[in-house]
T-cell receptor
């Protein structure tokens, strides 16, 4: 089983749609959780951290379920500029950051 | 702050050649990481360091070596390059393992 698993997609959605990405992780001792965004041929950039109580940043909502070892990202009112690959990242108790393979999103007019 | 810088941006190597990928950060982060990303795939951790003088293997360390003599620098050494090492290499740094900041990447082709 991979340490961090994501649905690879691709997700193709119209502008204004709501889309959700899921991620599961295998190490129950994992400490921190993040969603990164990666544009084509660019480096990953932090989108948001994921907190136990869930957190929201504008149109983006992240949730964590430690019991199920599951993380989610919800994007509301999708924009064309949201088109990218979304990476789930888990920091374990050894302090290394492990990445999921990413979920590709394309938002169409 | 320049953040995380990587050199070179592109490189073509012949099989069996060696090279060092440079990574420098000016944020005084103690944690640094090297990842590789193959086309259409996620990032795989090669090596990481939690501070000067300390390095640890990640998921895919074979064929690579690292050193961390200063807080700022974390070079990645490829000995005897192989076609399987054709990839994009990203260096990242973070403060105590929190959010990571990435460099722009080095695109390496081994022919």
């Amino acid at each position: 089983r991979k340490e961090v698993e994501q649905d690879p997609g691709p997700f193709n959605v119209p502008e204004g749609a709501t889309v959700a990405f899921n991620c599961t992780y295998s190490n129950s001792a994992s400490q921190s959780f993040f969603w990164y965004r990666q544009d084509c041929r660019k480096e990953p950039k932090l989108l948001m951290s994921v907190y136990s109580s869930g957190n929201e940043d504008g149109r983006f909502t992240a949730q964590l379920n430690r019991a199920s070892q599951y993380i989610s990202l919800l994007i509301r009112d999708s924009k064309l500029s949201d088109s990218a690959t979304y990476l789930c990242v888990v920091r374990d108790n050894n302090n290394d950051m492990r990445f999921g393979a990413g979920t590709r999103l394309t938002v169409k007019p | 702050n320049a953040g995380v810088t990587q050199t070179p941006k592109f490189r073509i190597l012949k099989i069996g050649q060696s090279m060092t990928l440079q990574c420098t950060q000016d944020m005084n982060h103690n944690y640094m990481y090297w990842y590789r990303q193959d086309p259409g795939m996620g990032l795989k951790l090669i090596y990481y360091s939690v501070g000067a003088g300390i390095t640890d293997k990640g998921e895919v360390p074979n064929g690579y070596n690292v050193s961390r003599s200063t807080t700022e620098d974390f070079p990645l050494r490829l000995e005897l390059a192989a076609p399987s090492q054709t990839s994009v290499y990203f260096c990242a740094s973070s403060y105590r393992g929190d959010r990571g900041f990435f460099g722009p990447g080095t695109r390496l082709t081994v022919l």
